[in-house]
């Protein structure tokens, strides 16, 4: 947690020791406050110029792998960014790692919303993108591009990602035409998994991996900028990756795409033991274990009276406390 301090002034005249009375001597002096609500805390060491668009490009041209990771609110958007991502998604998975929902198509646009403006306080150099939720692009182009800006203006993001392939061509033709930046995403499509009998992979057929080729070209057209591919065969992926022009961005898609995407409560490790992951998902790490043992520790600690120990308090001037008890111990015997 980081705290930053702000000192307050509040002048009085001296007054002789003599005519102190208690309401005087409980007056506010000059003191240094410390808050532990700082945004920000320190910069990164070597901080980042904002990546664009043209960032992106020029990493897809240099076959470089292009670093995708999902956040849901400030502190995972912060450190995200601090960890030096190239892109960050505001996916509409925090459903369920934020709040607690069967599946995405639960989410509303307005908590979409809410999480990505929360995600833009951290001042993110990284390209950020704001997922579209179920019921909010479907209908019509105009109601596509009606709620692509109000994620671009209220929610404070870069981009917008929708699901779908060649019938959702249009819609992405009237976002970009109005000059915001669409990142497709075809394969298994987590909003439609009812339709697709589940999360299921998809392209393991002939058939399938036409369809999924047909649809890459089609958003390619339509204007996306990217593609995610979600849970296709390896191979299949890295064959429409070398069919396209622009970025595909994998997730259970093998390391043939032009980068990677993971949902960052799955690959931190921040579930507890028993929990569904999916087989493509690498747990780089154990938070919730590490959460569990310093909660632990600080309960035991304050149930033994460990904590908060002295040099966890602010201590007051000797002389000042006794003449505080003093004064004290006189208005209780006044009374």
């Known amino acids: 947690m980081f ?9 009085r005249a001296p007054l002789p020791s003599s005519s102190r009375t208690l309401s005087q001597a409980l007056l506010p002096v000059a ?17 980042r110029k904002p990546v664009t668009i043209n960032t992106l490009q020029s990493l897809y041209r240099k076959n470089e792998p292009i670093t995708m990771i999902t956040a849901h609110d400030f502190p995972s958007a912060h450190v995200a960014d601090h960890a030096g991502m190239d892109m960050i998604l505001v996916g509409d998975s925090l459903a369920m790692v934020a709040l607690g929902m069967e599946d995405t198509s639960e989410v509303l646009l307005e908590e979409m919303l809410l999480h ?3 995600v833009a306080r951290a001042k993110t150099a990284a390209f950020t993108v704001g997922d579209m939720p179920m019921g909010s692009y479907e209908i019509a182009p105009e109601q596509a591009l009606e709620t692509a800006i109000r994620i671009i203006k209220e929610g404070r993001v870069k ?5 779908g392939g060649k019938e959702m061509a249009p819609a992405i033709a009237k976002i970009t035409s109005a000059g915001i930046p669409v990142v497709a995403h075809i394969g298994l499509t987590p909003q439609r998994q009812n339709a697709l009998g589940g999360f299921r992979v998809q392209g393991k057929s002939t058939a399938s991996a036409l369809k999924l080729l047909s649809d ?3 958003v390619q057209d339509a204007g996306a900028f990217c593609v995610v591919l979600e849970a296709v065969p390896a191979e299949v ?13 994998g997730i259970g898609a093998g390391n043939g795409t032009s980068g990677q995407v993971l949902v960052q409560v799955d690959m931190s490790g921040y579930f507890p033991p028993g929990r569904f992951i999916p087989k493509f998902v690498k747990k780089y790490g154990d938070v919730w274990s590490e959460s569990m043992r310093a909660l632990t ?3 035991t600690e304050v149930k033994s009276r460990a904590y908060p120990a002295p040099e966890h308090t602010y201590p007051m001037p000797k002389e000042e406390f006794t003449e505080f008890e003093k004064l004290i111990e006189g208005k209780r015997s006044s009374l």
Do not use: D, F, M, Q
Not at 159 to 163: F, N, P
């Open 3 to 11: 705290r930053t301090p702000s000192r307050i002034v509040r002048p």
């Open 31 to 47: 003191h240094v406050r410390w808050s532990s609500h700082s945004p920000l805390g320190t910069a990164p060491p070597n901080a």
């Open 116 to 118: 990505c403006r929360s």
């Open 159 to 163: 981009s917008v990602k929708l699901e």
């Open 216 to 218: 890459a070209l089609a």
């Open 237 to 249: 992926a890295a064959l429409v990756t070398k069919k396209l022009i622009i970025p595909t961005i």
């Open 297 to 299: 520790e600080y309960k």
